[in-house]
C-alpha cells in the first residue's frame, strides 16, 4: 500500500534530471566540442532530444565552451 502513492521524494525532484541524465549530457556536449563531424545526433534521436533538453538548463548554458 505504500507504493501506490508516489514518495515525497519523488514529488520533489519529479522534474530534476538526475547524475547519470547530467553526466550523460556532458558527455554529448564533449562529442560536439571536440568531434563536430561525428553526426551521433542523426543515429541517436533519444540522445539528441535528451541533449536539447539539458541545454535549456542554466548550468548547462553557463558552462557552454566558447565557439570560436
Known amino acids: 500500500q505504500m507504493l501506490a ?3 515525497a521524494l519523488y514529488r520533489i525532484y519529479a522534474g530534476f534530471s538526475g547524475l547519470t541524465d547530467i553526466a ?3 558527455a554529448l556536449g ?3 566540442f571536440r ?4 553526426d551521433w545526433r ?3 534521436a533519444n ?3 535528451l541533449a ?3 541545454a535549456t538548463r542554466q548550468s548547462f ?5 566558447p565557439t570560436s
Open 5 to 7: 502513492k508516489p514518495s
Open 35 to 38: 568531434f563536430p563531424l561525428i
Open 30 to 32: 564533449y562529442l560536439d
Open 47 to 49: 540522445l539528441a532530444k
Open 42 to 44: 542523426g543515429r541517436h
Open 61 to 65: 548554458i553557463d558552462t557552454k565552451p
Open 52 to 54: 536539447e533538453k539539458l
Open 24 to 26: 550523460v549530457g556532458c
